[in-house]
């Protein structure tokens, strides 16, 4: 399966503790968004990223939330010292950016996090 | 600003009932527009999409078109299955960078 991976699906952190979610994106795809989807709530984005760029970060709390994606290996998205208002799905999606046009964006099945 | 308002669930249907989801928004410049399907415990798979108005998207029976005059992108089709039970999230892109959605319509399929 070549799809977006996302890992790991599920994750339990105490309040105060970090969490850190992982994002592969489809094969031959350098592009990566993160979103969040809280309960009875659409997705909001938080951050798009190409390899080694922060290109639109406008939806990224301004803290304890960062995020990479390195030249090698998956897309990070970290949570410093977590709150319970934090408990959401996180999804990934990935594309491969034609110039001009709107490209589709593939989803992973997310990362389900819950903070004690 | 950039929106999507939709039509709010969970919404009940019989098997080979018609089903119509509304779905407006409000953007800048000339978005295009998507309709994604999530099933439970998965993440959102893109059903169809338009780019540009007058655009009719379509995919699985399902259909939207992209009316400007009316800022809407309502989803139809004719006869639901019980297999169409799903979570429906209307989107819009004004770049394609940054995806605009709806909050979804829970839509549950009876036999």
């Known amino acids: 399966n070549a799809g977006v991976m996302q890992n790991p699906r599920h994750l339990v952190r105490r309040r105060g503790q970090e969490a850190r979610l992982r994002c592969s994106p489809m094969?031959?795809?350098?592009?990566v968004y993160w979103y969040r989807q809280l309960p009875e709530e659409g997705l909001k984005f938080m951050v798009y990223?190409?390899?080694?760029?922060?290109?639109?970060e406008s939806g990224m709390p301004k803290e304890r939330f960062s995020a990479e994606f390195p030249k090698e290996g998956p897309s990070i998205l970290r949570i410093q010292q977590v709150v319970r208002g934090d408990s959401a799905a996180y999804f990934c999606?990935?594309?491969?950016?034609?110039?001009?046009?709107?490209?589709?964006?593939?989803f992973g099945p997310g990362t389900r996090l819950t903070v004690t | 600003g950039n929106s999507v308002t939709q039509m709010e669930g969970p919404v009940t249907l019989s098997e080979e009932a018609f089903l119509t989801i509304n779905c407006t928004y409000t953007?800048?410049?000339?978005?295009?527009l998507f309709w994604y399907v999530q099933y439970p415990g998965e993440g959102l798979q893109l059903l169809l999409k338009?780019?540009?108005?007058?655009d009719k998207g379509s995919n699985k029976g399902f259909e939207a078109t992209y009316r400007k005059e009316t800022t809407s992108f309502h989803l139809e089709k004719g006869s639901v299955q019980v297999s169409d039970s799903a979570v429906y999230f209307c989107a819009l892109t004004p770049t394609g960078n940054q995806f605009y959605f709806g909050t979804g319509t829970s839509l549950t399929v009876i036999p």
């Open positions: 338009a780019t540009k108005a007058d």
């Open positions: 094969k031959g795809h350098s592009h």
């Open positions: 953007a800048t410049g000339y978005p295009s």
């Open positions: 999606a990935s594309s491969q950016r034609t110039s001009g046009g709107s490209d589709e964006q593939y």
């Open positions: 990223l190409q390899k080694e760029n922060i290109i639109d």
